[in-house]
């Protein structure tokens, strides 16, 4: 190959090169516009939800969670949580019978869920309002969790006092 052939397959490596690039860097340049409403929409998965102590330890909350989390871009949202093994104890049976017994009664008060709406209130603060809760006296009522979005990662710590040693970690479903 002669000088000017190399020459050129050296421009056009170059060219393909840059062509990449800026392929690379439009898309972080998409990733990095996208905003925390953009991110938060869609369902999360709980990975771990624990409990710190006043010595720094952490420990699963009630011996170990798992929940759904739903955001839309609409403004609205679900929450969902049940212990790790709901509702393996109990088997099947009917939803609040009256004949129930209190034992059962108490095994389905352990499923938490509530569905209203959410904004971004800083950029470190999400607020949810609950328009239906699985505690009637939570109907109505603001919650406020501070969050931290990191990919396909949700932290959260709601902010409520005697609540703020829990920690929540979400990822987002594909």
Same mark, same amino acid.
């Given at each position: ?16 090169l840059?062509a ?21 929409s ?23 969670? $798992?929940? =759904? ?8 949202? %679900? !929450?969902?949580?049940? &212990? ?19 034992e059962?009664?108490?095994?389905l ?31 109505? $009522?603001? =919650? ?8 396909? %990662? !949700?932290?959260?710590? &709601? ?15 594909s």
């Amino acid at each position: 190959m002669d000088e000017r052939q190399a020459a050129l397959r050296l421009v056009k490596t170059l060219r393909l090169l840059w062509a990449a690039g800026f392929l690379v860097a439009c898309d972080a340049a998409e990733e990095a516009s996208t905003t925390p409403e953009e991110q938060l929409s869609g369902r999360w998965t709980l990975a771990y939800m624990d409990v710190v102590d006043s010595l720094g330890d952490a420990q699963p909350y009630m011996g170990g969670m $798992r929940g =759904s989390l739903l955001y839309h871009p609409s403004g609205t949202m %679900s !929450l969902h949580l049940t &212990p790790e093994n709901y509702p393996d104890p109990m088997g099947s049976f009917s939803n609040f019978d009256s004949l129930q017994s209190v034992e059962h009664l108490k095994h389905l008060a352990n499923f938490y869920s509530y569905t209203g709406s959410y904004r971004i209130e800083n950029d470190s603060v999400l607020l949810h309002r609950s328009s239906m809760h699985s505690n009637p006296r939570e109907w109505n $009522r603001d =919650s406020r969790r501070a969050f931290r979005l990191s990919g396909d %990662s !949700l932290f959260m710590r &709601p902010l409520a006092a005697g609540l703020e040693r829990i920690r929540l970690l979400w990822i987002k479903d594909s």
